[in-house]
Every structure is written in C-alpha cells, then in structure tokens.
C-alpha cells in the first residue's frame, strides 16, 4: 500500500533550533516522519538528541521552527495534551505498585471506565507476553521484563506517537539484542509511530526504519540504515557507523569517467560519478569487509591494491579482522569472513600480502 502525503508528513519537524544561554543545542533540525516509522536519533554523547526528543514531548520549547503532528503545531499543545508517551531509559516504574496496576495507572488518571481499563491492560499484558507476572511488582521482574512493563504501560493509552529514550540503556548486551528484535515486533504489531534517542549504533541499525545522524546539533545525515552505512555522506558519519579505513588523498581528473584519487598507498580507480575538480582534497571511505587480501599481487594492480604486512589479527569466529601495514606506515583493517575463506588460503602475523578492492567499494568523501 503507498503512504499518503499525509501518512509520510506524520510528524513534521521543521527548521527547529534550540539555545540555552547562548549554546546552541539543536540547530535547524528538519525531518518529515511517517506514520508507524521507527526513527532513530543517533550521534555521540552532547549532540542534542534529547533535547529534541523533549522538545516533541513539549519537555522543552524550540526557540524557533515548529513541529507539527499529524499536522497538528504541537506549541498549541502542553506535554499533557500531547498524543505521545516517552517510555524513559530508567522505566520509571511505580515500585510499590504491581505489573498490573503499573500499566493501568494512565488509563485510571484519565478517568476511564473500569471495565474498559480492564479491558486494555489484558490486551497490554498480552501484547507484551507477561500475563503471568500481572500480580508482581516491578523488583520480582528481571531487566528485560520490566522493560516490557514499562513499554506496555506508555501503549496502553494507546499514543500516536512513542518516544523511547534510551529504550535499552539499563540491560547486558546479550539482552539488549534479544530485547531489540521483541520491541520492534511489538512496536510494529500496535502500528505506533516511534522516535527513539540512542547513543548506540547497533541498536539504532537494528530498530529503526530510518535513522539521523546527529553531531553539535545538527542533522549531518537522514536515511535508511543501509543507505547510511552503505553512503556515508560525511567523514564523522563513515566513522561514527561500523568500522571503516579512511584514506585521504588528491582527485585527478584525466578524462570525465576517468577520476583517480592518489593517496600515500595506492592509486583509487573510482570512474565517474564523481564531480570534482582537480587536485581537490578527498577521503576515501572503505569498509573493512570489502576488501580482500592474497598472498599474491592482483593481475590488475596498478589501482585499488597496496602492499603491505599483517601487523595483528583479531579472531571473531564468524570473521577475522587482519591490521595490514602499509608502506606508508599507515594501517588499513580488512575483515574476512571465515565461511568464505578458502581452507589453503590462510594469513598469519608478520604475513607479506595484497590487500586489494573493486571500484564499487569505494565512497569518496568531500567533507
Ligand atoms: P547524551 O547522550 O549525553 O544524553 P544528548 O545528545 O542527548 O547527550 P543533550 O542532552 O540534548 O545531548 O544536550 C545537548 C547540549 O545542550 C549539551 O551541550 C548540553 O549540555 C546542553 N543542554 C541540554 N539541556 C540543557 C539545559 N537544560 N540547560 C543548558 N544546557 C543544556
């Protein structure tokens, strides 16, 4: 089914800054958000993720720009009248209360009927599988479970938007992933629309539908979590998101699909789709799975190949990541899958060897 103008403008943020004394907080943020989207708002510790997460919960006001739900401006609206509930990192569970009466206490704040309170805290016990518990209080629940309490909670009221801060921060790793995969499903089953704030970029790659990229208040990036792994837009993305050998160099341009980046290693072949002119600084961005290593030099070696030698490898069952020297003294990472490696062909440290890449595994950063 194709989304609507309406459906794909579900919530509007729209030129918003926010200033706190004279610091800039949140500078020009503009995203247009789809109904029953799960949109990450990712970036390092201090780049203005939450504030902007508080300004949707009307927590804070913008000091300019609007933002505007379901074409509704939201400053009409105090925090209280808001459709939307933030389900914070700590939970914010009523520990004297049980599971049951945790999930019910917006909907008795509201004044609903008993039955029907009744009614939607069933269907949120449900919904989140911890029937069994209904009757415990929130310290008789594992990490996990109270997560789910406290999610099932800021459903019940059944909101247009959820705001998830954190969503994972109190849980282990192994738990986070587990949990990761459960609040997506359950998310996507009440069809919510979900902005979340995350410092982590696994967790953000792995729930959202789409993420923003956030450094010193601005959006340096918006796109799916492939594209945005995929095509970094910036050197700060390609570094902030998974791991990546980044090479800067010179542009030559010999003839329109001829574009070759000289770097202190090796020659990039790129070919065309690059506009740029002429001894113009630029960084090549290339991920470590992308690259290959042999023992001998490619046939083709007078573009995207360098010699060099194993420094150190780091054995991770599925893969190996190999620290290749090169002669410049500089250390690219290239990850092989071990499934993939040819049981002959096998590296150790101290190892003399290529390391070599097609020209569709380059991204070629300006800025
Ligand atoms: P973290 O991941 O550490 O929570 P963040 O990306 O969520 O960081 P914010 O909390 O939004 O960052 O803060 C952005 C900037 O605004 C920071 O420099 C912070 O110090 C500042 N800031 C946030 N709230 C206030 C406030 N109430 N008064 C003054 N400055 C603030």
């Known amino acids: ?23 800039r907080a949140v500078n020009h943020a503009n ?20 504030t902007l997460l508080r300004m949707l919960a009307g927590f804070e006001t913008p000091t300019s720009g609007r933002i505007l739900l379901n074409g509704v401006d939201l400053a009409t609206l105090p925090p209280y009248e808001r459709p939307m509930n933030m389900m914070f990192q700590s939970y914010a569970l009523f520990p004297h209360l049980t599971v049951w009466e945790n999930i019910a206490f917006g909907l008795r704040r509201e004044g609903q009927p008993k039955d029907r309170i009744a009614e939607r805290v069933e269907a949120m016990l449900k919904l989140v599988q911890l029937g069994k518990y209904a009757q415990r209080k929130p310290h008789q629940l594992s990490g996990g479970q109270q997560q789910r309490v406290a999610l099932a909670r800021s459903l019940a009221k059944q909101p247009q938007l959820l705001l998830l801060d954190e969503p994972m921060g109190a849980l282990d790793k192994k738990l986070r992933e587990q949990t990761q995969i459960e609040l997506v499903n359950i998310i996507e089953q009440v069809g919510v629309t979900c902005v979340m704030v995350t410092h982590d970029q ?27 792994y995929e095509t970094p837009a910036t050197r700060f993305v390609a570094d902030f998101i998974g791991n990546v050998n980044l090479m800067d160099g010179t542009l030559t341009v010999d003839e329109p699909d001829h574009v070759v980046i000289d770097c202190a290693d090796c020659r990039h072949f790129v070919g065309h789709g690059i506009t740029g002119t002429e001894g113009m600084p630029v960084t090549v961005a290339l991920r470590p799975e992308k690259i290959h290593i042999s023992h001998h030099q490619p046939a083709e070696h007078e573009f995207n190949c360098a010699p060099g030698k194993i420094k150190e490898l780091s054995y991770f069952g599925m893969f190996t990541v190999y620290h290749v020297v090169l002669p410049s003294g500089a250390l690219i990472k290239v990850s092989v899958a071990n499934t993939q490696r040819h049981r002959d062909e096998s590296y150790t440290w101290g190892d003399e060897v290529w390391v070599h890449w097609s020209r569709s595994a380059h991204v070629v950063l300006t800025q």
Request: aromatic share 6%.
């Open 1 to 23: 089914m194709v989304a609507t103008d309406k459906e794909k403008q579900f919530l509007q943020i729209q030129d918003v800054v926010k200033d706190f004394d004279g610091h």
């Open 31 to 50: 995203v247009d958000i789809a109904k029953g989207e799960i949109f990450a708002l990712l970036g390092p510790s201090g780049c203005g993720k939450s």
């Open 202 to 228: 696994e967790e953000a790659m792995t729930m959202a539908t789409r993420l923003a990229i956030m450094s010193e208040g601005r959006f340096l990036q918006v796109g799916a979590p492939s594209e945005i």
